[in-house]
């Protein structure tokens, strides 16, 4: 988790009413702001923060309605009514506000109106545009993105109502509601910039920001930044120690004729007259007995665990190192067999003492490996 800066203690706040907080703000920010036609930029975002902490999102689709009614746009500002909280742009409906009480707002934030207003509409017709002879498949992409819009929206909700919720956690927030760790990892994308811009604006950093904060409180602005703070911390912490409680994935089951496509075995040799098992029986079995025509040696690879011998590629895995073995039967190679072919769990268990002359582990089977037994 990033660092941040230090910030001091978060001190108790005394729960207020939405009325009772709109009059301390109105206190301290004052009467809605009116711009006149020389207005400074310093005024201008003055004006934006007065309306970002003065008003609800509910104000803010009552003043794009009030703008597009205005423009002789009665049917979007209909459609603006039915739009979701998380589609409103707030500033853009601060710039709308300016604009129907007479300001002369400059170019670049109208364009920004404007822009916003399109992707609204755009949204819209995305959402509705649907063939009658089509199929509506949503993909998960968009699965995807209403789910995090709706998570979201939700907690836009909360940061509108911060200062009456002093004691909100997004931890136990996130836990309660199980929001899976992708949506979790949104949330510090979204506040960190807000967050960061306070931070430049109460430390002095940024002039511009410094000006534009000029009219807020600095006791209201130190709990901004304990708030968004605790946001980003608490979701980064969620989707943390979700990645390590989450259950691993079940390993995928593999057929058993997968496991064996790429075995090769020598099926019968006529010399020895001996011929090899189903190598189906190896999987799971305790022992296997294998006799290599080629270098005359017997092997017996014993299983590590209850889950028994397995299969990987051309190898037997999970086989025990210190209790597998293989040795060379030289001229008694028929006996050996024999005693393999014919003997009980006693008779195998000592066999291997009776020979000499060890070799290499032949864990690997080829074209020249009989498989004589499975126990």
């Known amino acids: 988790m990033a660092r941040r800066e230090v910030i001091r203690k978060k001190s108790k706040v005394i729960r207020k009413t939405k009325n009772e907080t709109w009059l301390v703000n109105n206190k301290y920010l004052g009467d809605e702001p009116v711009l006149n036609d020389n207005y400074t930029q310093s005024e201008y975002s003055n004006a934006l923060t007065w309306y970002h902490y003065m008003c609800s999102k509910d104000d803010a689709r009552e003043y ?34 300016i604009i129907s009480r007479g300001g002369k707002v400059p170019q670049k934030p109208r364009d920004f109106l404007q822009k916003s207003l399109e992707n609204i509409f755009s949204n819209i017709e995305e959402h509705t545009k649907v063939s009658p002879t089509d199929n509506p498949t949503v993909s998960i992409q968009q699965r995807m993105k209403k789910k995090a819009d709706e998570i979201l929206g939700e907690i836009e909700n909360i940061v509108d109502e911060r200062a009456n919720t002093p004691d909100f956690s997004l931890y136990e927030w996130l836990k309660r509601k199980e929001i899976p760790t992708v949506y979790a990892e949104m949330i510090p994308q979204r506040y960190t910039a807000w967050l960061q811009e306070l931070l430049d604006a109460i430390s002095g950093v940024d002039k511009q920001l410094v000006e534009a904060y000029a009219s807020v409180p600095k006791k209201k602005m130190e709990y901004d930044i304990v708030f968004f703070n605790m946001l980003i911390e608490d979701a980064e912490r969620y989707a943390d120690t979700s990645k390590k409680i989450r259950k691993p ?14 075995l090769k075995y020598q099926k019968e040799d006529n010399t020895f007259k001996i011929a090899s098992v189903s190598p189906e029986k190896i999987i799971g079995c305790n022992e296997l007995w294998t006799f290599n025509t080629k270098y005359k040696t017997l092997t017996v690879l014993r299983a590590l665990d209850r889950g028994g011998l397995q299969i990987k590629g051309t190898s037997i895995i999970n086989y025990n190192e210190n209790t597998s073995i293989t040795k060379r039967t030289g ?31 032949a864990y690997r089977i080829n074209e020249n490996t009989i498989l004589l037994k499975v126990v």
Do not use: H
């Open 249 to 262: 994935r079940k390993p995928r089951t593999i057929s058993v004729e997968k496991k064996l496509s790429n």
């Open 331 to 361: 001229r008694k190679s028929e006996y050996f067999i024999d005693r393999v072919l014919k003997g009980g769990k006693i008779v195998l268990k000592k066999l291997m003492d009776e020979m000499d002359k060890q070799s290499p582990l």
């Open 64 to 97: 794009l309605e009030t703008y597009l009614k205005n423009s002789n746009r009665a049917a979007d500002a209909k459609k603006i009514k039915s739009v979701p909280d998380v589609w409103i742009p707030k500033t853009a409906a601060w710039v709308a506000r």
